[in-house]
Structures are given as C-alpha cells and as structure tokens.
C-alpha cells in the first residue's frame, strides 16, 4: 500500500523476441510524491526510491 500521494508511472510495449514474442508488455510502478521530489530538489539528488512494480504480459 503506497501512502501518501503516489506517483504512477506505466509503460507499454511488445515482447520481440524469446517464449513470449508477439506478446504486449504493461509495466506499472508506484511511487510515494514527497519521496521523488525530496530526493530529486536535494543536494545528493535521487539516490533510490522505494515502490510497487507490476509487469504484465498479454499474449494475442
């Protein structure tokens, strides 16, 4: 559970090679707000953020 205003992040894509070729990819990742905007205006920058992360893959 992501708490906090999140951050969501998806990418959409096709497998091209391998078991699941032909196959659409959906990435989907969670990340909390205050977490990426501390990090990113800090002095040390963005050094790892913590989140939720789904792949899905769809054959036709």
Do not use: H
Not at 10 to 16: L, R
Not at 26 to 47: K, P
Request: contains cysteine; hydrophobic residues 35%.
């Amino acid at each position: 559970m992501v708490q906090g205003t999140p951050t969501v992040v998806t990418q959409v894509g096709s497998v091209v090679l391998g078991k699941y070729a032909g196959s659409s990819a959906n990435r989907t990742a969670s990340f909390v707000t205050a977490d990426l905007s501390s990090g990113c205006l800090s002095s040390e920058g963005l050094a790892r953020v913590r989140g939720q992360e789904t792949l899905t893959l769809t054959r036709p």
